[in-house]
């Protein structure tokens, strides 16, 4: 059986995209998304739930989302998921987070005065190679 895997997500970023470069070259943008839902429960009260989603973009894609994008702004992306696993080092155990690999993004809203984006990507540092999943 085929599988498919596609995820569309429209949010807030939580902070500031951490962009890093791999010893290659290849850029790595980390973003944390804030989506939020509200709903009325089953006696009429409005409820508001958030949701935190981490994200990683690659190459080009990364280094826009580093210039142009910051914490509170809101972004409509596209892209696939991913499990990230690993042993703790403090405890031993088995260890695994639910990632979404960014394929493609879309600008939400407009720029105001006080959210003009900066000239010069943020956090630029070295990671290795080996989390680059492409």
């Known amino acids: 059986m085929n599988a498919f895997n596609k995820v569309i997500l429209m949010g807030n970023l939580t902070r500031d995209p951490e962009l890093r470069y791999t010893p290659k070259g290849t ?9 939020n839902r509200k709903h009325t429960d089953k006696d009429g009260q409005t409820v508001e739930e958030t949701t935190f989603v981490d994200v990683d973009a690659f190459g080009k894609t990364a280094e826009t989302i580093g210039q142009y994008m910051q914490k509170g702004r809101a972004i409509l992306l596209e892209g696939r998921l991913k499990l990230d696993e690993w042993e703790d080092q403090a405890t031993g155990k088995r260890r695994h987070k639910l990632n979404v690999i960014l394929e493609r993004f879309n600008f939400v809203g407009g720029k105001s005065d006080n959210s003009a984006p900066s000239k010069e990507p943020a956090n630029k540092s070295p990671i290795d190679d080996a989390d680059v999943p492409f």
């Open 27 to 35: 850029a790595v943008a980390k973003l944390s998304l804030a989506l």
